[in-house]
């Protein structure tokens, strides 16, 4: 029997458990950057195309609006288009967000698209 031979195993051990604590742990970061940018996005979606609708009722033009409200909250317009007449019409807006993320192959934007009319 020898005595000492697997000193320092557990230190080796450790090592491994803490790096998988270490890439878990960047993971789940990962992923809620992701979250918190889709929610982001939905936010400034949804605010834009609201914008957007009230200046369309006003008589405005709502692209313009949708532009730079989506500036205000962060986002950018990738596309906006008003179906209808001043009476009954809906305003589609798309805009995105850049993501946190610096890893190549995730995608460096989170979109989303919202609608507004007006309430019958």
């Given at each position: 029997m020898r005595v000492g031979t697997e000193r320092g195993s557990a230190s080796v051990l450790m090592a491994g458990v803490m790096g998988v604590v270490v890439l878990l742990?960047?993971?789940t970061m990962l992923v809620?950057?992701?979250?918190?940018?889709?929610?982001?996005?939905?936010?400034?979606?949804?605010?834009?195309?609201?914008?957007?609708?009230?200046?369309?009722?006003?008589?405005?033009?709502?692209?313009?609006?949708?532009?730079?409200?989506?500036?205000?909250?962060g986002a950018g317009l990738l596309s906006c288009t008003v179906v209808g007449d001043q009476i009954g019409f809906v305003v589609t807006v798309r805009v995105s967000i850049p993501t946190p993320s610096r890893v190549t192959g995730l995608p460096g934007r989170v979109e989303a698209e919202a609608y507004a009319g007006p309430v019958r």
């Open positions: 742990a960047y993971a809620a950057g992701y979250a918190v940018a889709y929610h982001r996005a939905r936010g400034a979606a949804d605010l834009t195309a609201v914008s957007a609708a009230q200046t369309f009722r006003s008589g405005g033009d709502a692209c313009r609006q949708a532009r730079r409200s989506a500036a205000d909250n």
